[in-house]
């Protein structure tokens, strides 16, 4: 069976946040006011058109049963994101993304019921800058909590050393996770006598400062 999401507000966001769900297998109902957009996303997913801040509307898509309900709706309404993600809340959706402008507009749709908070444009901001800090990170996944997992193609500084010579944790904060060496194929967990060679690539955990740290060093 096909997970299920909700994705209201059809912005440039979360027109495309649908149209990639649709991409890796996801049943979506798109929600927005306005016509043209639910035009649009009717092309690749199921469109309806009507206000999200509608309790009854809302209720007749059985948010309670989909896997994952995402609230899109862009900073420009803030008091219909919030609504929506209340009616979410009060209509036992189990799993509510919803996107924020800023932390304290963040912080509003946790309190109202919203289990994941994103705020794309700052993300995107963040993982851009971070590509632009080195070469090396070849990419980048948010894990909650502050922390990233950033993949990174061994620099010359630490090539042929071990990770026990290295010392990453104690100078950065960061933690080698796994390590791909250039003329393999499989990931594997590392220990302290792994060898870094150039080429091969390395998974590093640690918060974005930290990782950014390490990174002004290579």
């Not at 209509?91 to 402008?101: D, E, P, S």
């Not at 220990?191 to 640690?206: A, E, Q, S, Y």
């Amino acid at each position: 069976m096909k997970r299920q999401a909700i994705v209201i507000g059809l912005g440039q966001f979360g027109m495309g946040l649908a149209r990639s769900l649709v991409d890796k297998g996801f049943e979506v109902l798109a929600v927005d006011i306005d016509p043209d957009r639910i035009a649009h996303v009717n092309a690749f997913a199921e469109g309806l058109q009507f206000d999200a801040t509608d309790i009854d509307a809302l209720a007749r898509l059985t948010p309670d049963q989909r896997d994952v309900c995402i609230c899109a709706i862009g900073d420009e309404d803030r008091e219909a994101s919030i609504i929506c993600t209340a009616l979410l809340k009060q209509l036992n959706a189990k799993r509510i993304v919803a996107r924020a402008g800023d932390d304290v507009h963040a912080r509003i749709l946790q309190l109202v019921g919203a289990t994941e908070v994103v705020n794309p444009e700052r993300d995107f901001g963040e993982r851009f800058a971070m590509r632009l800090l080195s070469d090396q990170v070849i990419g980048e996944l948010h894990l909650g909590s502050g922390l990233v997992l950033a993949e990174i193609e061994v620099p010359d500084i630490f090539a042929a050393k071990t990770l026990a010579e290295l010392r990453l944790p104690n100078r950065f904060s960061v933690t080698v996770v796994a390590t791909k060496l250039m003329d393999e194929s499989d990931v594997k967990p590392p220990g302290p006598n792994t060898v870094l060679n150039r080429g091969d690539l390395m998974l590093v955990v640690g918060t974005r400062s930290a990782v950014s740290n390490m990174l002004r060093v290579i």
